[in-house]
Each structure stands twice: as structure tokens, then as C-alpha cells.
Nanobody
Framework: QVHLVESGGGRVEAGGSLTLSCVAS????????MAWYRQVPGQERDVVAS???????GYIGAVKGRFAISRDIATNTVYLQMNDLTTEDTGIYFC?????????WGQGLQVTVTS
């Protein structure tokens, strides 16, 4: 089972940027689908962006044009570049690996955007 380690969260003013990183403990296979989720208090954990091994990307409408997901196969790392952040982007961000119907989660990163 893969182990995911995240880094890069923090506090930023509205309009600023952050980059989240997620390093997997093994090489990512063609069947791994990676994603970033966000959870805010009182709400379910929802997907924000996803990427397949072939590099096909998907985003929720609220982050399109502001967030960019990418992956570095050589270092088993998935990134989430977040630009033009708003207070609505505040939450705990989780890296996720979906393979064979099984979800694996990172430990979560707090992202706080202040006005």
C-alpha cells in the first residue's frame, strides 16, 4: 500500500499563492489516479483537482484557471499550484491515491487564506 506525505500548506493573504506537494512511497503506476481534496468544518471532503497517469486533468469549477495539478513521475510527486487564493479556499487539503478501488489519504494540510 502506498504512503503519501504532504507538504506546503500554510497561511496566506487573499490573492496570494501556495504550492502543495504530495510524495508517494512507491513509483506511481499507470493505474494510479491522484487527486487533491479539500475539507472544511461541517462539510464533506470534496475533490478539487485530479490527474491520471496519462496526465489527464480535472478541476472543480471554483478553482479552474487558478489551480493547477501536476505530477513528476521521476520523484513520485504530485503538486497543486494554487494562485489567486480567496478565503473560500480555506480548508484542509488531502492528497489522495485511487488504485484498484482503494483510496489512500495523506495526513492533510491546513490552508488558511485571510482577507
Amino acid at each position: 500500500q502506498v504512503h503519501l506525505v504532504e507538504s506546503g500548506g500554510g497561511r496566506v493573504e487573499a490573492g496570494g499563492s501556495l504550492t502543495l506537494s504530495c510524495v508517494a512511497s512507491r513509483p506511481l503506476a499507470t493505474s494510479d489516479q491522484m487527486a487533491w481534496y479539500r475539507q472544511v468544518p461541517g462539510q464533506e471532503r470534496d475533490v478539487v483537482a485530479s490527474i491520471t497517469h496519462d496526465g489527464i486533468k480535472g478541476y472543480i469549477g471554483a478553482v479552474k484557471g487558478r489551480f493547477a495539478i501536476s505530477r513528476d513521475i521521476a520523484t513520485n510527486t504530485v503538486y497543486l499550484q494554487m494562485n489567486d487564493l480567496t478565503t473560500e479556499d480555506t480548508g484542509i487539503y488531502f492528497c489522495n491515491d485511487l488504485i484498484g478501488g482503494q483510496f489512500t489519504w495523506g495526513q492533510g494540510l491546513q490552508v488558511t487564506v485571510t482577507s
